[in-house]
């Protein structure tokens, strides 16, 4: 058994799914629209099998979370990139882009080497050795 994928609302699909391709080398499946609803959606996978829904549809409120606040429910979508200078790396790429950092890379309490970003809807990213 395994995690088949996770799905993130989105109010702008294109612009969420340029950031995972263009940050953890998602690979975008073709968009899916229903014309009826208009939800519109893509499935990127990634490298290791792992899959991320992207969707959006103008029904769908605005999350009333503060995404600088941790709170109960699903918090955040990890990325292993394969080392330290990797996570470094990608850390900083983000930053110079003007993604916000919400925790530098550190050695967590339990021995993680992460830092956490935020998406450019304020979604959470880990992104681990």
């Keep these: 058994m395994f995690i088949a994928h996770v799905a993130i609302w989105t109010h702008n699909l294109e612009r969420l799914k340029t950031f995972y391709e263009t940050y953890f080398e998602g690979k975008a499946g073709g968009k899916y629209t229903n014309r009826n609803t208009r939800f519109e959606s893509y499935f990127l996978s990634f490298e290791s099998g792992?899959?991320?829904?992207?969707?959006?549809m103008p029904t769908i409120p605005?999350?009333?979370?503060d995404p600088q606040a941790q709170a109960t429910g699903l918090i955040h979508i990890s990325f292993s990139v394969g080392s330290e200078a990797a996570v470094d790396a990608l850390v900083e790429r983000l930053r110079l882009d003007q993604y916000f950092i919400c925790e530098e890379p550190r050695r967590t309490g339990d021995g993680y080497y992460e830092s956490v970003i935020f998406d450019p809807d304020?979604?959470?990213?880990e992104i681990t050795v």
């Design 122 to 125: 304020g979604n959470r990213i």
């Design 62 to 65: 605005n999350s009333m979370n």
């Design 50 to 56: 792992a899959r991320l829904e992207i969707m959006q």
